[in-house]
């Protein structure tokens, strides 16, 4: 989702907490770009083994290539096919720490009496199946150790209806549902669950409306919206969660949207 606002706050920038993922393994899905980039690299500059996994090959390529310095394992695959999840989780070994569910992807902004099948259970199959299909396979190796820390990137469409299309909504709001029933089931074992909500933020998705109902409905809605954020402010907002500076925080949907969902 776009925005008319600034860019960043002035005088932001990221502050790394050295060794705060100190012998930890990470995954983070949809790791090539944006807020999944964003995580890799704050994770790894503070210590933390990365699994990161795109389905775009040559991102992670690019990735690698420019942070030779850090424990970056790159793993081309989709979240939406049981296989690619297999390779992803196995590339921890038997130890992982924690798990980033950013990758995703956008509808067309429709409404429910315009949306197709096909673009329906496309974005189902990889926003929720995918998310869950990465969380059940992590789960073995955080019960042994009795620990992990998941985070689910949801949106503020898992939070309004104003945000986006049927399709891009309804999955965000599953993924709210999984993520606190995953926190709650759990908890008993030491695992904790929560997602971030962003509104816009600078990545490279461009989505461009398949409706004019929610073109009508939306554009006046996203011209009052809050600014873009960086994919780094995100990124404090995950690793927040994921870490252990949050021991006591399990099931919580916490807004990054500079206000968007109080307005």
Same mark, same amino acid.
């Given at each position: ?174 993924? /709210? ?13 030491? /695992? ?17 409306? #398949? ?17 873009? #954020? ?5 990124? #404090? ?27």
């Amino acid at each position: 989702m776009s925005s008319t606002g600034t860019d960043r706050p002035e005088g932001f920038r990221e502050r790394p907490i050295p060794g705060r993922f100190a012998s930890q393994t990470v995954i983070v899905t949809g790791a090539g770009s944006g807020i999944g980039l964003a995580v890799a690299l704050r994770v790894a500059r503070e210590g933390g083994r990365v699994i990161a996994a795109d389905r775009d090959a040559a991102r992670l390529d690019a990735l690698r290539a420019a942070h030779p310095d850090l424990d970056l394992v790159a793993v081309a695959g989709d979240i939406g096919e049981e296989a690619d999840v297999r390779r992803i989780v196995d590339a921890c070994g038997g130890r992982c720490d924690g798990l980033v569910n950013n990758a995703g992807i956008m509808d067309g902004f429709e409404p429910a009496g315009e949306v197709s099948d096909e673009r329906w259970e496309r974005v189902l199959r990889v926003n929720v199946t995918g998310t869950m299909r990465m969380t059940r396979a992590v789960l073995p190796r955080m019960l042994e150790a009795r620990r992990g820390s998941i985070v689910n990137v949801v949106s503020v469409a898992g939070l309004v209806g104003g945000a986006a299309g049927a399709a891009y909504t309804t999955s965000k709001h599953a993924v /709210i549902g999984l993520t606190r029933s995953t926190a709650f089931l759990y908890e008993p074992e030491g /695992i904790r669950c929560n997602a971030v909500a962003p509104a816009g933020v600078a990545t490279n998705i461009e989505v461009a409306f #398949a409706s004019q109902r929610a073109e009508a409905r939306l554009t006046p809605r996203m011209q009052v919206a809050t600014r873009q #954020a960086q994919p780094e402010e995100t990124a #404090a907002a995950i690793t927040f969660l994921l870490s252990d500076d949050s021991p006591n925080v399990n099931g919580a949907i916490l807004p990054s949207d500079g206000g968007w969902t109080a307005f």
